[in-house]
């Protein structure tokens, strides 16, 4: 049985699965950039929990990271598009079904990276907190 924090990131990627640009988790970059965009879920850090004692509970702001890459002559649209449909992702149900209190993101900070014979990338690290409880550290 999965634990809490894989089940959130499972749904986290399952969201951003549903949109038009290919959606990895964990993967390296891939040579090619879908015409779409590209988005590559990182797990992140749980960072330290706020503790309660009664009941016993563990509070935690989760930071996974979402790089998200375009490639193309229109990639500043391209970006601007891809970053807005993960906010609107997001903000669709910021509980994930159910699954954690609150989940938000914090702008990105995007970068221009040329590569040689081929148009430059434009790309980002968008930081997603996901605030979820748990009785056990390690479920």
């Known amino acids: 049985m999965p634990t809490i924090r894989e089940t959130i990131l499972t749904a986290l990627h399952a969201r951003l699965s549903a949109l038009s640009a290919t959606a990895l988790r964990g993967e390296v970059l891939p040579e090619r950039i879908p015409a779409n965009g590209l988005l590559i879920l990182r797990d992140g850090e749980p960072g330290d929990p706020e503790v ?11 930071r996974a990271e979402i790089e998200a890459i ?17 906010g609107a992702a997001l903000t669709a149900d910021r509980t994930l079904g159910g699954l954690c209190d609150w989940v938000e993101a914090e702008a990105p900070r995007p970068v221009d990276l040329p590569i040689d014979g081929a148009a430059s990338l434009k790309a980002a690290v968008i930081p997603v907190v996901l605030h979820f409880s748990t009785a056990e550290p390690l479920s």
Do not use: E, K, M, N
């Open 52 to 62: 309660t004692l009664s009941p016993l509970a563990y509070h935690y702001q989760h």
């Open 70 to 86: 375009v490639q193309g002559a229109t990639r500043d649209l391209a970006f601007d598009t891809l970053t807005a449909s993960i």
